[in-house]
């Protein structure tokens, strides 16, 4: 029978839809995006390729974002500029540090719409998980994010925003004109936040492109990682079209656990997604596919499911990452016992595995891995249910 099954593409629903009115937003465009949109503005088309270069300079390798000191250009062009263009970034709204240094970002996006980022340091190093969605429409059980229904696909500009956020608060961006300095407090991005990246691939893709681009934030392809819960048929273009590694929300050895606690294994379930994994273009041993594993207790946890594991992975060349799930209010899981959790990364090592098992972080400050629902949302809805049930509400 012919799959009558709906697209699995979400790009239709990013917002907005429609150009915004005024001044053109820079940021989030493509080389070829950005040639365009000057060309369409009096930008000579015989200097677009140059003026790219240099605005791109600005924004991403000196993080300027007033066009008056753009030194380089004419001052009647950045006059021009200025009043066609804009650069602007998502608005933090707040932000907190956890006791070990975590950093939770509150940002608000177009149309008063609120995602969170997470930077957690590492020494002289950090990671920054970003969100490609507000919400997520994956619905995975043990999962806060999932509690949230998907509301839009974020724009490039807001993905790649994120990054800009961080590296302001970090103090990340040179001097202008300084010599590079390869010493990087973000440096590494993980797709690991709010939403199902692969429901928002041309988005992703635009704004990673962004991140690796050599004359601006100049990240390596191998310093991102993208997560996907199983997205089968945008898999093998993830490697072809951003070329960074490859996380998969995998959690469960059987169909039967795993559509309950990623339910989108109902469409791909484990075999056909491992069948597309042995396959994927850039795995390697120096590239291995990382499947992420959160642990639960008497879900997951056997000694059984670490050895079915073991054998379901067989030829990938992959590391799995053990996840003491992070307890939230209202939560229908528990964490499994340390000494669990020991014991079955020791049967996934023993067979030659790594499985190093992730030390949570951020967790007083709802920052930790599938935790990430603001605080801001639950305290309004706190509040708005207090009007109610007291008829103070307007």
């Not at 012919?2 to 915004?20: C, E, F, G, M, Y």
């Not at 309950?260 to 994927?280: G, Q």
């Not at 594991?309 to 229908?332: H, S, T, Y």
């Amino acid at each position: 029978m012919p799959d009558t099954t709906p697209p699995i593409t979400q790009d239709v629903k990013t917002i907005p839809r429609a150009l915004p009115k005024g001044p053109t937003n820079l940021v989030g465009l493509t080389r070829a995006a950005m040639r365009e949109v000057l060309i369409a503005h009096s930008t000579p088309e015989k200097q677009a390729k140059m003026r790219v270069g240099q605005i791109w300079q600005w924004i991403y390798q000196w993080g300027v974002r007033d066009f008056s000191e753009m030194t380089n250009l004419a001052k009647a062009y950045r006059a021009d500029l200025a009043e066609q263009f804009v650069i602007e970034i998502p608005e933090v709204v707040t932000r907190q540090v956890s006791t070990d240094g975590t950093r939770k970002y509150l940002v608000r996006i177009a149309g008063g719409h609120e995602v969170e980022v997470v930077y957690i340091p590492d020494g002289k190093r950090g990671t920054l998980c970003i969100s490609s969605q507000v919400g997520c429409t994956l619905t995975c059980s043990f999962c806060h994010t999932g509690t949230q229904k998907l509301v839009r696909n974020l724009t490039a500009a807001e993905i790649i925003g994120q990054v800009m956020v961080a590296r302001d608060d970090l103090g990340e961006w040179p001097e202008v004109g300084a010599p590079k300095d390869e010493t990087r407090l973000l440096s590494n991005i993980v797709l690991m936040g709010m939403g199902e990246p692969l429901y928002n691939f041309e988005n992703v893709r635009d704004a990673m492109k962004i991140a690796m681009d050599p004359e601006g934030i100049q990240l390596s392809r191998r310093r991102i990682t993208l997560s996907t819960s199983g997205v089968v048929p945008e898999i093998a273009r993830t490697a072809q079209e951003i070329g960074c590694l490859l996380a998969i929300s995998f959690h469960a050895t059987t169909d039967e656990v795993r559509d309950k606690l990623v339910p989108i294994n109902k469409r791909w379930n484990i075999e056909t997604l491992l069948d597309v994994l042995r396959t994927y273009p850039k795995v390697s041993n120096s590239e291995r596919i990382t499947f992420e594993y959160v642990m639960l207790k008497g879900i997951n946890d056997s000694d059984e499911d670490a050895r079915r594991l073991v054998q379901l992975i067989k030829g990938i060349p992959a590391k799995i990452n053990l996840i003491p799930f992070n307890e939230w209010p209202g939560a229908p899981y528990e964490r499994s016992s340390g000494n669990r959790i020991h014991a079955f990364a020791d049967i996934v090592n023993n067979a030659g595995y790594p499985s190093p098992i992730r030390t949570p972080r951020g967790e007083d400050i709802m920052a930790a891995c599938g935790q990430l629902k603001s605080a801001t949302e639950r305290a309004r809805k706190s509040k708005r249910q207090i009007e109610a049930e007291s008829g103070t509400g307007g």
